[in-house]
C-alpha cells in the first residue's frame, strides 16, 4: 500500500500541469542566482586584484633619482665647508682667520636644526591665507614627515623621498647665511652673528625662498624663473652683506694701510671647492637625474668657464696682468650668474650669460665700491649681489627657445623679464629692509663690533682665543 502511494505521488508530481508550470517559472528565478552569485564573486575577486594595482600605481621614488639626491646634498655641504669658508679664509688676514672658519661652520650647524625645526615648515607649506609670502608650522619639528613621505619633482607623477628633498633644501638655506660672514669679516661680534643668523633667516630667507618657490607663492605664481637660487640665494645674501658692512662701518685702517689676503692658496682650493659642490647646487635643483640635471651640469661648467677668462682678461687689459684671485672671482661669479638659469637656458646662452657677469662683477668689486665707499670686506655684494642680477634678469632673456633655451608657456621676452626684475626688485627690499631692523636690533641691544682693541689683535684671538698658524 505504501509503494502504491508513493508511486501515485510520484506521478502526480511529474504529470501536474500546475507542478509542471510552477518548475518551469523556477528555472529562471534559479539561473540567475546563479549568475548572481558568479558576478559577485567575479566582482570581489576584481576588486581583490585591484587593490595591489592601486597600490601599486602610487608614486614610489626611483633609486636613481634618490641617490642623485643624496650626492647632490653632499656636493652643497662640501661647498659650504670647507668651500665657502676656505675661499673666505684664505682671503682675510692671518689674524682672521680662524674666526671665519668657526662663523661658516657654526652657521651651518645653527640653520641645520633651526631648519629642521620650523624652517622647511614655514618655507614650504601651506600658509593659508598668508600662503602668497609664508608657509605654515604644520611640519614644525618634521612632523608627519617619515621614510615613505614622498615629494613632488617637476615631472608628474614622479616623487623623491621627503627626507631627500628636507636635507637637500636645508644646505640650501646654510649656504645663503654663511655667504654674509665675508661681507662683516674681521670686524663683526661672533655672538651678534650669530643671532643676526637667526633672524634674518627666519624673516627674510624663509619668505623669500616661499614666495619664489613654494606653489601659492607670490613669485612663484607670477612665473618668475629661478632654478637654483639666484635671487633666494644670492641677490638675497648680497644684500644683507651690503647692508651689514654699511651699518657696521669700515674696517680700522681701511684705504690707508694694506689689507692682502694672507693665503691665495687656499681662497683658489676654496673656488675649486665650490665649483665642485655647484654641480649639486645647480644639477641638483633639477630634483631628478634627467636631461634637465644633465643641461644644468654642462651650464655650470661653461658658464663658469667663459667668467672666469673674462674676468681675467679685464683684470689683464685694465691692470697689465692676470692674477689669480681675478681668475677665481670670475669663476665665484660665473657660478652665481648661472644659478638661476641653469637648467633652462641653452649651453651658448649660459656661456654669455658667464663672460657678461665675469666682467660685470669686476667693475663692481672696483669701480662700484671705490664710487661708493663700502667695505664689503670680501665683495660679497660685488660678486653675489651683482651676479646674482645679471643671472637673474638673464635668464628672462635666454631661456627663449629662440636663443636656445627651453622655453616656457606663452613665453614673452619683455614679459618675462619684467617678471624676473620685479622679483630682483622684491628680493632687493625685502633683504634690505629685514637686514637694516635685524642689525640696528643687534646694535642698540648688544652691540654688532669688536672693540677696537680685539680688531687690531684680531679675532681669532680676541674671539676665540686660538691662532691659525704658529711660528
Known amino acids: 500500500m505504501k509503494k502504491l502511494f508513493a508511486s501515485l505521488g510520484l506521478m502526480c508530481v511529474l504529470w501536474s500541469p500546475g507542478l509542471a508550470l510552477a518548475q518551469d517559472a523556477a528555472a529562471p528565478v534559479e539561473e540567475f542566482a546563479v549568475a548572481a552569485t558568479v558576478e559577485s564573486v567575479a566582482t570581489e575577486a576584481a576588486v581583490a586584484a585591484a587593490a595591489p594595482a592601486a597600490e601599486a600605481a602610487a608614486p614610489v621614488p626611483d633609486k636613481g633619482d634618490t641617490t642623485w639626491m643624496m650626492v647632490s646634498t653632499l656636493l652643497v655641504i662640501l661647498m659650504i665647508v670647507p668651500g665657502v669658508a676656505l675661499f673666505y679664509g684664505g682671503l682675510v688676514r692671518a689674524k682672521n682667520m680662524l674666526s671665519v672658519l668657526t662663523q661658516v661652520m657654526a652657521i651651518f650647524c645653527l640653520i641645520a636644526i633651526l631648519w629642521a625645526v620650523y624652517g622647511y615648515s614655514l618655507a614650504f607649506g601651506d600658509g593659508g591665507g598668508m600662503n602668497w609670502a609664508i608657509g605654515d608650522l604644520s611640519k614644525l619639528f618634521l612632523a608627519g614627515i617619515t621614510p615613505a613621505s614622498t615629494a613632488a619633482t617637476f615631472s608628474a607623477g614622479v616623487v623623491i623621498p621627503e627626507f631627500s628633498f628636507v636635507a637637500f633644501q636645508l644646505t640650501f638655506a646654510a649656504i645663503t647665511v654663511a655667504l654674509i660672514v665675508g661681507g662683516l669679516a674681521e670686524r663683526v661680534k661672533f655672538s651678534a652673528l650669530l643671532v643676526f643668523a637667526l633672524l634674518w633667516f627666519t624673516f627674510s630667507y624663509l619668505p623669500i625662498a616661499h614666495m619664489v618657490w613654494a606653489t601659492g607663492g607670490y613669485l612663484f605664481s607670477k612665473g618668475d624663473l629661478d632654478f637654483a637660487g639666484g635671487t633666494v640665494v644670492h641677490i638675497n645674501a648680497g644684500i ?232
Open 240 to 471: 644683507a652683506a651690503l647692508v651689514g658692512a654699511i651699518v657696521l662701518g669700515k674696517r680700522i685702517g681701511y684705504g690707508r694701510d694694506a689689507m692682502p689676503p694672507h693665503s691665495l692658496p687656499m681662497t683658489m682650493i676654496g673656488a675649486s671647492l665650490l665649483w665642485v659642490g655647484w654641480f649639486g647646487f645647480n644639477a641638483g635643483s633639477n630634483l631628478e637625474a634627467t636631461g634637465g640635471a644633465a643641461l644644468a651640469f654642462i651650464n655650470t661648467i661653461l658658464a663658469t668657464a667663459a667668467a672666469g677668462l673674462a674676468w681675467m682678461f679685464a683684470e689683464w687689459t685694465l691692470r697689465g696682468k692676470p692674477s689669480m684671485l681675478g681668475v677665481a672671482s670670475g669663476v665665484v661669479a660665473g657660478l652665481v650668474a648661472i644659478t638661476p638659469a641653469a637648467g633652462l637656458v641653452g649651453p651658448m646662452g649660459g656661456i654669455v650669460l658667464g663672460a657678461i657677469a665675469g666682467v660685470v662683477c669686476l667693475w663692481g668689486v672696483t669701480g662700484l665700491k671705490k664710487t661708493l665707499g663700502y667695505d664689503d670686506t670680501l665683495d660679497v655684494f660685488g660678486i653675489h649681489g651683482i651676479g646674482g642680477i645679471i643671472g637673474a634678469i638673464g635668464t628672462g632673456i635666454f631661456v627663449s627657445p629662440a636663443l636656445g633655451g627651453v622655453g616656457v608657456a606663452d613665453y614673452s621676452m619683455a614679459g618675462q623679464v619684467v617678471t624676473q626684475a620685479t622679483g630682483v626688485l622684491i628680493t632687493i627690499v625685502w633683504s634690505g629692509v629685514v637686514s637694516l631692523v635685524a642689525f640696528k636690533l643687534i646694535d642698540m641691544s648688544m652691540g654688532l663690533r669688536v672693540s677696537e682693541e680685539q680688531e687690531r689683535e684680531g679675532l681669532d684671538t680676541g674671539s676665540h682665543g686660538e691662532r691659525a698658524y704658529t711660528l
